[in-house]
């Protein structure tokens, strides 16, 4: 389990930035800003693999902000 993993885990993740902490600029995010979803590890590309209501997409882990843990 990597760091990353066990930092976001589990928990509900909202969406809100189209920059990253390495500042680069993810502009198919922009269509997921407000949105929430939960966190269910850590993809291959070193983002977060994230679950909406009706799919999976894969944030760069600086463009979430953790809200809450999922029940």
Known sequence: MT???VLYL???AL????????????????KYI???GVVL????N???QIKFKTHTR?????C???VGTSE
Do not use: D
Not at 41 to 44: H, N, Q, R, V
């Open 10 to 12: 589990g928990k509900t």
């Open 58 to 62: 894969n944030i760069p882990a600086g």
């Open 15 to 30: 969406v809100y930035s189209l920059k990253s902490k390495s500042q680069k600029m993810h502009f198919y995010v922009k």
């Open 41 to 44: 590890g850590e993809a291959k």
């Open 3 to 5: 760091h990353q993993e």
């Open 64 to 66: 979430v902000e953790i």
């Open 34 to 36: 407000g949105k929430q």
């Open 46 to 48: 070193g983002m977060l």
